[in-house]
């Protein structure tokens, strides 16, 4: 991972040696796991170092919690996704039990999936899982959603163009 030409080492260094037991402490409380908390305090340092200008921030520790913040809320959707693809297999009888490669590539194409329908409405999100993962009509998906199927359409249109826009990021 490369180093933005606009971020000072020595500026990251001085943010991280001041304020990272305070993060460490402040996810700690959050996540109530010491582990889970040096590896989010760790991804916070790091997405810092990789993508902002850390020479403007203003006020360390607002800045650093709301970078943490989005890491735990990424975190606990994450388990979220983890939990309900592993309770939905739990169901199967034993012969169709996915193998730990299957359910590896599954779950990474779920997280994949849920990262490009990041940040659109929910019901345009349910709408597109609805058409792609159950094979709904758009009347059928409009029935049950309870909106037009003019506006099915525009979610539908939204979504794909969220999808292909991912990735080309």
């Not at 796991?33 to 607002?62: C, G, K, M, Y």
Request: proline share 5%; charged share 20%.
């Amino acid at each position: 991972m490369a180093v933005p030409d606009h971020v000072s080492i020595h500026t990251v260094e001085s943010l991280y040696s001041d304020h990272h037991g305070w993060l460490q402490g402040w996810l700690r409380r959050k996540l109530g796991d010491t582990h889970q908390a040096a590896d989010l305090s760790h991804d916070t340092f790091l997405r810092i170092l990789t993508s902002r200008d850390v020479t403007s921030i203003r006020e360390p520790r607002t800045f650093l919690a709301t970078v943490a913040g989005g890491l735990v809320a990424n975190h606990y959707r994450r388990r979220a996704i983890e939990q309900a693809y592993l309770d939905a297999i739990s169901c199967l009888p034993e012969p169709q039990v996915p193998s730990p490669e299957h359910r590896a590539i599954v779950m990474e194409t779920l997280l994949e999936i849920d990262r490009m329908l990041d940040g659109l409405p929910p019901k345009a999100r349910r709408a597109f899982l609805l058409s792609q993962l159950e094979g709904l009509t758009y009347v059928e998906i409009a029935e049950q959603i309870g909106v037009s199927v003019s506006m099915v359409k525009q979610y539908m249109r939204r979504a794909t163009q969220q999808c292909y826009f991912s990735l080309t990021v």
